[in-house]
């Protein structure tokens, strides 16, 4: 009963349009990404990612930010193999049946405090597939969400820069690690 009521009750914030829209060059976002992560998490970011049922779109824009262009390793931002190892858990896709049980043990397995962000409109509300017989919904349906990017993929630009907005307002509410 209390996971459910932590659903329930935890605000979700979507990532404003303003954010998004912002031209930023990707080296400037970085180093303020880097700034924010050593003041808040002391070092580094470590992300899990999990795919609830997407059509992997969003999972190949979350594999670019590993790739020599945005090189994300290097201002401080993993991904990490083990939700015990990760501050962030990054769910991707419309969450099927199969695997409600799973996203919720791995919620569970992260330590707190966690912050779980929904990337893509599956993961916000379905997306095209909403209202399937094998789809549970979004992830805000199993699991507490705190922050949400939308697109149908979002760019590894706009993950980006919603991870900036992400840490400034952990920032502004005194999250530290």
């Avoid at 970085?30 to 795919?51: F, M, P, Q, V, Y």
């Avoid at 990337?119 to 969400?145: L, N, Q, R, S, T």
């Amino acid at each position: 009963m209390s996971l459910f009521s932590k659903v329930i009750t935890t605000k979700r914030h979507l990532i404003p349009l303003h954010v998004l829209s912002q031209e930023q060059d990707v080296s400037l976002v970085k180093e303020k990404i880097n700034k924010k992560i050593t003041a808040i998490l002391k070092g580094s970011l470590a992300i899990r990612a999990i795919d609830a049922g997407s059509s992997n779109a969003e999972e190949q824009e979350l594999t670019a930010l590993s790739n020599v262009f945005y090189d994300s390793e290097r201002f401080g931002i993993h991904f990490v193999a083990s939700p015990r190892h990760a501050d962030m858990l990054m769910v991707t896709g419309p969450v099927s049946s199969n695997m409600a049980l799973a996203l919720r043990k791995t919620y569970e397995a992260t330590p707190e405090p966690k912050i779980v962000v929904a990337v893509g409109d599956g993961a916000i509300d379905g997306g095209i597939f909403k209202g399937a017989y094998a789809i549970m919904g979004g992830v805000h349906e199993i699991i507490p969400v705190h922050f949400q990017i939308p697109g149908d993929p979002p760019s590894a630009k706009t993950i980006l820069t919603s991870l900036l907005y992400i840490l400034g307002t952990l920032e502004r509410k005194g999250v530290k690690k």
